[in-house]
């Protein structure tokens, strides 16, 4: 890649991360996929055409429908973020469409099965005392396992029961702690290890060096206890929010407070996650229109 695209590539990585409010897994995907763009067109980002975007779209046929809609999107953004600069007039991507493809909904644990898999993790040592405080809070709560792995000590209140979330675009919501994830969390900061310094002391949940967890260590624990459990369903962190946002539905919570409780911006993407079919939350709002 070329020196002055390696610059423009940065300055793109810094408007979505700021002026987007893009999550960093987002802006690294964006990022990854437009730099391996400039890399095969070997010539600079403002002189290529649609016909080289075409080229490389074709020469990319080992990806599936979805991967290829991402990579058409990243194209397209970062062609976009070039015209809000002024280095090009017109967006190469303009004319080229994406596959159409339908919202990939993963599988829904049932109530018995998500006790199932809590219950699993031993508690006699102060890891499976944090890992089972973690499950208890991705369910409990609906939350992304970035989330839950962000929270800090003081977002804990536990005489109101809530907990103070950071989600997407670094946008606060407040989530109600239930009971169960209350006593598992008091539980584990009863063992927690001691911090590794000053910037892991407001963490709830460490590591055994006393550092934040990753995202892998919570997906293998998960995978890990699925097994245990005999369950074969293709599950990860997300698996948990997703089954909980359907349980809340399924025993009657009202849409809008579930898209609250899920820090969801429009409701669309709430009446996906939890399988409500539109027809039926359009039933019930017209049921009581003031004008029926």
Not at 253 to 264: I, K, S, T
Not at 275 to 280: L, T, Y
Request: with cysteine; net charge negative.
């Amino acid at each position: 890649m070329l020196p002055s695209d390696e610059r423009l590539l940065k300055d793109y990585s810094d408007y979505l991360r700021i002026e987007r409010a893009m999550s960093p897994n987002t802006v690294a995907s964006y990022c990854s996929d437009v730099s391996a763009f400039l890399e095969a067109a070997g010539q600079p980002a403002e002189s290529c055409g649609p016909d080289a975007v075409v080229d490389y779209l074709a020469s990319r046929r080992d990806l599936r429908d979805r991967s290829l809609s991402r990579l058409i999107s990243a194209l397209r953004s970062f062609y976009n973020y070039l015209i809000i600069e002024g280095l090009i007039k017109e967006n190469p991507c303009d004319k080229i469409e994406s596959p159409k493809i339908g919202r990939l909904l993963p599988d829904v644990l049932s109530v018995g099965e998500v006790s199932e898999i809590i219950a699993s993790v031993p508690e006699d040592t102060w890891c499976g005392i944090r890992d089972r405080a973690i499950l208890e809070v991705l369910y409990g709560c609906g939350l992304r396992v970035s989330e839950v792995l962000g929270i800090r000590i003081s977002d804990i209140f536990f005489e109101e029961s809530f907990l103070r979330v950071r989600g997407k675009g670094d946008k606060e919501r407040i989530v109600p702690l239930g009971e169960m994830a209350e006593d598992a969390v008091r539980k584990y900061l009863s063992v927690r290890p001691v911090p590794a310094g000053r910037a892991y002391e407001d963490m709830l949940f460490l590591n055994r060096f006393g550092k934040s967890l990753s995202r892998i260590s919570v997906f293998n624990m998960i995978k890990r206890q699925a097994l245990v459990c005999g369950i074969t369903k293709e599950i990860s962190p997300h698996t948990f929010r997703h089954s909980f946002a359907t349980h809340l539905i399924e025993n009657g919570a009202d849409l809008r407070a579930v898209q609250e409780m899920l820090g969801h911006e429009s409701i669309l993407t709430t009446e996906i996650y939890t399988h409500v079919d539109s027809a039926s939350w359009q039933a019930a709002v017209l049921s009581h229109h003031p004008r029926k």
